[in-house]
């Protein structure tokens, strides 16, 4: 089974501060996803990736970078937190194109 | 503006009844399909998908119908039991410049009642 994890479950941080959510994936897969689902909006791609070094930008990447140095670790950054981006962030893996994708359990961060 | 639309934010059905969940999208690019489920405080899950060649893609409890020329489609479970209550998430893409995004809808709450 894939396995996918994510740093922390509950996070909580103040305005401004600069804020890491960490992804690992123990199966191989090429490309990974950063996702924030928020209610009544379901879920939005903020960043991905394809490759090791490579990231490309979701629909909604303002406010947001990303790291990718190894193949298994995918990480998101805000790098100065603010209040509305309080939400559930999460992590996914893809084998390749035209595959489900497999979900970390979700970071649920609150900026104060 | 919403490419892949779930109009029914919440869908409630009697235990052992048929559910259908509906997603309509507007992108005729689209040609691979999936649903998805979510349990509160856990990640989604992949649940079923179909290609745009098909028309049906059946797995146990779970069928997806797509109609392409309605750009429409259902996932039908039956027979609907408590433990599918969750939220559904219908998700669509098509090959872009190489790459493979699918777009998700808002998702449908399901409760099934015992």
């Known amino acids: 089974d894939v396995k996918v994890t994510q740093s922390s479950r509950y996070l909580v941080k103040r305005t401004g501060e600069k804020v890491f959510l960490e992804c690992v994936q123990d199966?191989?897969?090429?490309?990974m996803f950063w996702y924030r689902q928020d209610p009544g909006l379901g879920l939005r791609l903020i960043y991905f990736s394809y490759d090791v070094k490579m990231k490309e930008k979701g629909d909604i990447p303002e406010g947001y970078s990303v790291s990718r140095e190894k193949k298994e670790r995918f990480s998101l950054i805000l790098e100065s937190a603010s209040t509305n981006q309080t939400s559930m962030y999460l992590c996914a893996t893809e084998r390749g194109s035209y595959n489900e994708q497999f979900f970390g359990p979700g970071t649920r961060l609150t900026v104060l | 503006d919403q490419q892949v639309k779930q109009n029914s934010p919440s869908l409630s059905v009697q235990e052992g009844r048929i559910s259908i969940l509906n997603c309509d999208y507007t992108?005729?690019?689209?040609?691979?399909f999936l649903w998805y489920k979510k349990y509160p405080a856990e990640g989604p899950t992949f649940l079923i998908s179909?290609?745009?060649?098909?028309d049906k893609n059946e797995d146990g409890r779970f069928t997806v119908f797509l109609n392409k020329s309605a750009k429409h489609l259902s996932l039908h479970i039956v027979p609907s039991q408590p433990g599918d209550s969750a939220v559904y998430f219908c998700a669509a893409g098509s090959p872009s410049g190489g790459s493979y995004i699918p777009t998700f809808g808002r998702g449908t709450s399901l409760i099934v009642h015992p």
């Open positions: 199966m191989d897969h090429e490309n």
């Open positions: 992108n005729s690019m689209f040609d691979y």
């Open positions: 179909i290609s745009s060649i098909k």
